[in-house]
């Protein structure tokens, strides 16, 4: 069983910055941790993801070169800078983990995590 704790969220104007931290705990071998979202009438979409071995990172073409994914293994910590935030990026961001316990992953699908947090959320003001 793995724990997830997301902090970090708020309210922030166009083009300002915010950092999400992901705090994990349990006993898992994690092969990768990652970030979705889902803002309200939507489905939840991928945003980063990070592979907790080679530090391999993945991102979603609607945040690249905005958002940076990045860990801290020693406090099994995950972190998901976010820079000039827009209005569109409004949503509940979740932390996920994917065990390791499978031979092949795609890591922008929400079906490879077995593990989720509960959200915090993101709002940027126009």
């Known amino acids: 069983q793995v724990q997830l704790v997301e902090s970090g969220g708020g309210l922030v104007q166009a083009g300002g910055s915010l950092r999400l931290s992901c705090a994990a705990s349990?006993?898992?071998?994690?092969?990768?941790m990652g970030w979705f979202r889902q803002a309200p009438g939507k489905e939840r979409e991928f945003v980063a993801a990070?592979?907790?071995?080679?530090?391999?990172?993945y991102y979603a073409d609607s945040v690249k070169g905005r958002f940076t994914i990045s860990r801290d293994n020693a406090k099994n910590m995950n972190y998901l800078r976010m820079n000039s935030l827009k209005p569109e990026d409004t949503a509940i961001y979740s932390c996920?983990?994917?065990?390791?316990?499978?031979?092949?992953?795609?890591?922008?699908?929400?079906?490879?995590?077995?593990?989720w947090g509960q959200g915090t959320q993101v709002t940027v003001s126009s």
């Open positions: 349990g006993r898992t071998s994690i092969y990768a």
């Open positions: 990070m592979c907790w071995s080679d530090g391999n990172t």
């Open positions: 996920a983990v994917a065990p390791y316990d499978r031979y092949s992953y795609n890591l922008r699908v929400k079906a490879e995590y077995d593990y």
